[in-house]
T-cell receptor
Framework: RKEVEQDPGPFNVPEGATVAFNCTYSNSASQSFFWYRQDCRKEPKLLMSVYSSGNEDGRFTAQLNRASQYISLLIRDSKLSDSATYLCVVNDYGGSQGNLIFGKGTKLSVKP | NAGVTQTPKFRVLKTGQSMTLLCAQDMNHEYMYWYRQDPGMGLRLIHYSVGEGTTAKGEVPDGYNVSRLKKQNFLLGLESAAPSQTSVYFC??????????FGPGTRLTVT
C-alpha cells in the first residue's frame, strides 16, 4: 500500500515560534504534492502546493526533496489561528489519475 | 457558487438500516470522491468517479455503493449499515485531478 508518513505530533508551540513539519512518501512516481489544513470538525482545505524548487506563501514555506521522497512545511511567526491539523498529501501517480494519498496529519496547537 | 455541498450533515442509523449520502458540486468538475475519516486513520478513499456514468473502487469500498448519474452529483449508499461504518464522510471534487475541494462532511453514527 502506498503510504504518506507524517510526524505524529502534537506540536504545542508559543505564539511567534517557528515550527516545522516533515513528511515522507513511498510512491517514487508521485508528481504532485500538497499541504492541506484541517480545522477541528471541518473539512480539509488546500494550504499550498509544493513545487520542486520550493515555494513560499507569506509565513509558510514548503520544500520537496524528490531523491529522499521527503516534504516539509515551515511556519514562521506562528499565530493562534494556525492551530489546526496539517495533512501531507501526495498524488497516486501510476495508480488512478487524480487520486490523492493523505497522511494522517500532524496537530499543531499555538498557545498565547 | 456553493462549491461542494453534502446532505445530510448528521445522521444516526440503526444497524441494518440503509441510507444515501448526497454530494453536489457546481464547479463543473469531472472527478468526484468519497472518503471516510476515522480517528487515527486519516482520510481513506471509498469510491471515486472520473466522469458522469463512471465509478471505481477506492481503498475501503466494502459495504458501500455509489452512483454518478449526473456530472454534478455523486451518491454514496449504505445498504445495510454496520457500527463499523460510524465515521465522518467527506465528498471531494476536482477538475483536472490535482487540488481537491471538499464538502463540509456528514457525521454518521450507526448504533
Amino acid at each position: 500500500r502506498k503510504e504518506v508518513e507524517q510526524d505524529p505530533g502534537p506540536f504545542n508551540v508559543p505564539e511567534g515560534a517557528t515550527v516545522a513539519f516533515n513528511c515522507t512518501y513511498s510512491n517514487s512516481a508521485s508528481q504532485s504534492f500538497f499541504w492541506y489544513r484541517q480545522d477541528c470538525r471541518k473539512e480539509p482545505k488546500l494550504l499550498m502546493s509544493v513545487y520542486s524548487s520550493g515555494n513560499e506563501d507569506g509565513r509558510f514555506t514548503a520544500q520537496l526533496n524528490r531523491a529522499s521522497q521527503y516534504i516539509s512545511l515551515l511556519i514562521r511567526d506562528s499565530k493562534l489561528s494556525d492551530s489546526a491539523t496539517y495533512l501531507c498529501v501526495v498524488n497516486d501517480y501510476g495508480g488512478s489519475q487524480g487520486n490523492l494519498i493523505f497522511g494522517k496529519g500532524t496537530k499543531l496547537s499555538v498557545k498565547p | 457558487n456553493a462549491g461542494v455541498t453534502q446532505t445530510p450533515k448528521f445522521r444516526v442509523l440503526k444497524t441494518g438500516q440503509s441510507m444515501t449520502l448526497l454530494c453536489a458540486q457546481d464547479m463543473n468538475h469531472e472527478y468526484m470522491y468519497w472518503y471516510r475519516q476515522d480517528p487515527g486513520m486519516g482520510l481513506r478513499l471509498i469510491h471515486y468517479s472520473v466522469g458522469e456514468g463512471t465509478t471505481a473502487k477506492g481503498e475501503v469500498p466494502d459495504g458501500y455503493n455509489v452512483s454518478r448519474l449526473k456530472k454534478q452529483n455523486f451518491l454514496l449508499g449504505l445498504e445495510s449499515a454496520a457500527p463499523s461504518q460510524t465515521s465522518v464522510y467527506f465528498c471531494a471534487s476536482t477538475l483536472v485531478g490535482d487540488e481537491q475541494y471538499f464538502g463540509p462532511g456528514t457525521r454518521l453514527t450507526v448504533t
